[in-house]
């Protein structure tokens, strides 16, 4: 049974410093993770580095759990990549700008194996 | 071992340009001080795109730029609604060259704005930007607001050269004499050194810029006692803070353009500076992201009148952003080839929009292998601005800067792939090629 948070995504000084090595194992471990709160992390039963599977009406991804303090309860923030914006609807109601916060999310522990930056970008090609 | 002195950095919007490097063997071996950790990763390097390719049988085949400039310009030539994006992380310069391939061509022409501070822009044409370059920020302003923005990891200089940690003419003393809100969702690093953090509910950004505005016109009565997660008491000591100003400025990020109201946010935060003229001086900022976001708003607007989302293909500019932005040209299926330079959508895309890009030819003209490489049908390595070539960007201040050339390239410029690709398209073009 799945958690439902509000999801956001946004920078890092890590993923920042990656913004041209988007191929390295750095980034892949920074960006590709979700951060929520303790209350949130307990509700799910996951402990940090597990995986969980994020899922919205646009697409689904599985990334590692992290414990952020800073995350206000029912808020799952997620580093701007790949990662989050799998997640993310490309209608701009007319705005020209994706909603890439706010979305309704459902979380939910996993233990498939999250997908490196070849992997995921694969999943767009077919 | 030389060193060099006022080097620019070409990462964020910041464009700080006081940084010294160390040079040896035509390689950067020290950043000396100056940089972020972001900006001193940028100038240290990372690893390349080692050669052009085109993609056969889904394989990228290493070719020579020759055979590499002619397999675009075919691409491009023979393309009913091409896209040109990007633009962003390269100097004016070059973006100039994109505009002109965009008329020969009839494409879109579009830039990082669109999912960056696109908002931002169609807000300024409603009503206008009261703002100021970053060293009157830095000269003059004793309250600081950073709204929606995590300067602290994303800009991290901001505060240090411009703003709340900056001594300036008039603000000698430093951060002791000013003070400091900030407005998010999540508690940050840049939260954490607030006097005044306003942690609000997701997307109720608008609701805060109104009962603000309300107060500081002298309609205090009319606002609930919570607004959007935030207090009545926090919202009155934050205007009683903004009235209190020798000199406010606002800076604000994607925690509000790149939620629910979108523009509208913006609008109404133009608004809010407005309503603190009653009182005091008071500024507002977006924090641009890219170093070059604002100088590809500035050539398209000086080549084509409008500053993003332009359609070329009538012979004469058209400007409609929601229509014409890439993302929603994407979802559309509307374009049929795409040329990507300075930028990643294959990162910072919808994935939605990143399945249409994946179907249709890409050409990709980058130092660096990112996720777009993954599925570009011709990829151009290029030299990198800022280290191995020169040319001017604009900060997010709109304050014109040179960036300069540190050591040589093995790589060719963007601006001189660019040219070398419109020479071909209207080259096809004369031999009657579509």
């Known amino acids: 049974m799945g958690t439902k948070v509000n999801l956001i995504s946004g920078r890092t000084t890590v993923q920042g410093r990656n913004l041209d090595s988007k191929m390295s194992e750095e980034y892949f471990e920074e960006v590709a993770r979700c951060d ?91 | 071992m030389v060193e060099v002195t006022d080097v620019v950095c070409s990462l964020c919007g910041c464009v700080c340009d006081d940084i010294v490097v160390e040079v040896e063997d035509n390689k950067v071996t020290k950043v000396k001080r100056g940089a972020c950790s972001v900006g001193k990763s940028k100038l240290m390097g990372h690893n390349r795109i080692k ?52 008329e020969e061509l009839g494409a879109v022409m579009d830039n990082t704005a669109s999912v960056c501070h696109g908002p931002s822009v169609l807000a300024i044409q ?50 002791k004499a000013k003070k400091l809100v900030v407005v998010d969702v999540r508690a940050t690093k840049t939260s954490k050194m607030a006097d005044v953090f306003l942690q609000l509910d997701q997307g109720k950004d608008y609701l805060i810029f109104s009962a603000l505005r309300a107060i500081l016109y002298g309609h205090e009565d009319v606002v609930p006692d919570e607004v959007g997660g935030v207090s009545k008491k926090d919202l009155l000591e934050t205007a009683e803070m903004m009235k209190g100003a020798k000199f406010g400025a606002t800076f604000f990020g994607m925690g509000v353009t790149h939620t629910g109201a979108r523009h509208n946010n913006i609008v109404n935060a133009i608004q809010l500076t407005r309503a603190a003229h009653t009182h005091t001086k008071f500024t507002i900022t977006p924090m641009r992201g890219h170093y070059n976001v604002a100088g590809i708003n500035q050539v398209c607007t000086w080549e084509t009148g409008f500053p993003f989302a332009v359609d070329l293909t009538r012979g004469y500019a058209w400007y409609n952003p929601g229509e014409l932005s890439a993302t929603d040209l994407l979802i559309r299926q509307e374009c049929d080839a795409a040329l990507i330079i300075a930028s990643d959508p294959g990162a910072h895309f919808p994935g939605e929009s990143i399945k249409h890009l994946a179907k249709i030819p890409v050409i990709q003209i980058d130092p660096f292998p990112n996720p777009t490489t993954e599925f570009a049908d011709v990829v151009f390595p290029a030299a990198v601005s800022g280290v191995e070539a020169e040319g001017n960007v604009y900060r997010m201040d709109n304050i014109p800067i040179r960036l300069r050339k540190l050591i040589d390239s093995e790589y060719p410029e963007d601006e001189e792939i660019l040219k070398r690709i419109l020479d071909e398209v209207r080259a096809i073009k004369e031999k009657g090629g579509k």
């Not at chain 1, 990662?83 to 916060?101: C, F, R």
């Not at chain 2, 830095?138 to 240090?160: C, F, L, Q, S, T």
């Open chain 2, 51 to 102: 050669s052009p390719a085109i993609r056969v049988n889904g394989e990228l085949k290493d070719c020579s730029y020759d055979e590499a400039i002619k397999k675009a310009a075919e691409i491009l030539a023979a393309s009913r609604r091409p896209l040109l994006y990007g633009w962003s992380s390269t100097v004016c310069e070059a973006d100039k060259v994109g505009v002109e391939l965009a």
């Open chain 1, 36 to 126: 929520l709160n303790k209350a949130d992390m307990d509700k799910l039963g996951v402990a940090a580095d597990e995986s969980v599977k994020v899922k919205t009406s646009y697409g689904e991804v599985i990334v590692k759990a992290k414990e952020d303090a800073g995350t206000p309860e029912g808020i799952a923030f997620m580093p701007m990549g790949p990662w989050a914006n799998a997640l993310v609807s490309g209608d701009t109601h007319g705005a020209g700008m994706p909603s890439y916060k706010g979305i309704d999310a459902e979380i939910e522990k996993t233990g498939d194996k999250v997908l490196h930056v070849k992997e995921l970008m694969q999943t767009y090609m077919g």
């Open chain 2, 126 to 175: 409603d009503v206008g930007l009261p703002s100021c370059t970053l060293g009157e920020v830095k000269n003059r302003a004793d309250v600081i607001i950073y709204w929606g923005a995590n300067p602290a990891e994303a800009h991290a200089n901001h505060m240090k050269r411009y703003s709340y940690v900056s001594k300036g003419f008039w603000t000698e003393e430093g951060k």
